[in-house]
């Protein structure tokens, strides 16, 4: 295990979506004993942590994110003694475990909400956020469900309104209550005592709302820092000034922490998702008293431009001083990045290109199963999709379910060795060229490319917890200097089509040899890279 309690910073995290991931009971649903028998493999990879997607006992509307009991494990994936036994393997193998929180909201199957929602006067009657409708019967103000249509849903025995920024059947806690608090914190301390060495915490700025309810303005500019919203989904005609990123968050985020610092080692990792996204990482990372980093879904749009890159990193670098943030490229809510930035020709050439960026920018780098084999997003017809979002609103936005079906472990194996059973999303045909089966052993292959990376960063302070500087260099391109004590490290990406031929400015004088480059080419202070070419060299101090 790491000796090192900030060993989470620079720390590889690999994000395993346990439906997915590999099925141990032939029911065509991975489960925990199915990640436990695949924990060598990401071990080998040289991951230090695994951020587990929600397994608690749900009735998974929205597919584990609907929590109807925080303390126990969903059946589909197995026992609480499954878990211990996953726990106690991965640390054997050095391997730290993060689950998915999901504590802005619950089922409304859970006893809570059950309680809660029976009459206004029961003992959990203000553990929720209830409402009354406006004379006329309308919702009590304009905010808006992440998943479409409005964010209240009416409730008739209570004959009031209650909150769900995402589902109907996902109602959100009531943060100005004290107990809700304080049972979030206990829940959560449930689990650092089994063992796991922190949390992932979903939609984390969305847990306060505006006590007065007061009515979003409407958004000129049509977007919204989250999945997959954009023109189709009228969520993002609103600026959400009032229904998530309260200040009352700070305090909460401050007592979370003090919790994490009770147990040495334990992190807490934040998903912000707004328009602001670097100013709310900024806040929710510094100080070292609320969540030690934090991800937004800056990278996880379909923009991929050089500038883009270079914006966002200057952007967050300019602001978050000594906080700390945590970069993806890919999760379980977007399309598959060699998909997403292909700009419409796959090509593994730039898959390589932007796992070196991912791997090598200041921050944790969290990978989503299957990108180091190069997955690309799974085709799914209208009939093939169990994603409540993807079926609203297709066919402009097709869904999560393209970057959530199984792990392709054998090319020869029926359902690819995920399972013996049909498997509940269908198994893309163009992944099984991709299976692990074919990678594992090819010197040349996507999978090897991360392996032989990842241990190699390992051994690179500069990469783990140096600086960044981002360096002036032609469009198209994107440069930038990693530094740790001497070590300084230069990485040059090629992020167009056509070569690229530029100097390094003359007080960056390169010295030793290139580093796990492919067809680049250096002269002097002079580079030559290749579409989609990567360079890094050595500088001098």
Sequence with gaps: MHADQDWWRGAVIYQVYPRSFFDSNQDGIGDLPGLTAKLDYIATLGIDAIWLSPVFTSPMKDFGYDVADYRDIDPTFGTLEDFDAMVAKAHQLGVKVIIDQVTNHTSDQHPWFLESSSSQDNIRADWYVWADPKPDGTPPNNWLSVFGGSAWAWNSRRRQYYLHNFLASQPDLNY??????????????????RGVDGFRLDAVNYCYHDKQLRDNPSNKDLTEGFIGINKENPYAYQRHLYDKTQPECIGYLQR????????????????IGAIDALDIMAEYTSGGDKLHMAYSFELLTGQSSSQFFKD???GLEAKIGDGWPCWATG?????????????????????????VMLLTLRGTPCIYQGEELGLTEAQLELEDLVDPYGIAFWPDYKGRDGCRTPMPWRHDAEFAGFSRAKPWLPIFAEHLNAAVSVQQSDDNSMLSAYREFIHWRKAQPALVKGTIEVVDTPSGSLTYIRQFGEQRLLIALNLSNDPQEFEIPDFLEAAGENLLTTTANWQGNRVHLPAFGVAMAWLKP
């Excluded at 999760?331 to 050439?349: C, F, I, K, L, Q």
């Design 176 to 193: 100005h209550n004290s107990y809700v608090v304080d049972q979030v914190i206990s829940d959560l301390e449930f689990w650092l005592q």
């Design 312 to 314: 966002t990193i200057t």
């Design 256 to 271: 979370l922490r003090k919790l994490l610092d009770r147990y040495p080692g334990s992190v807490a990792l934040g998903e």
């Design 331 to 355: 999760n379980h809510d977007v399309t598959r990045v060699a998909t997403r930035w292909s700009n419409g020709a796959v090509s593994p050439a730039r898959a390589r290109m932007f796992m």
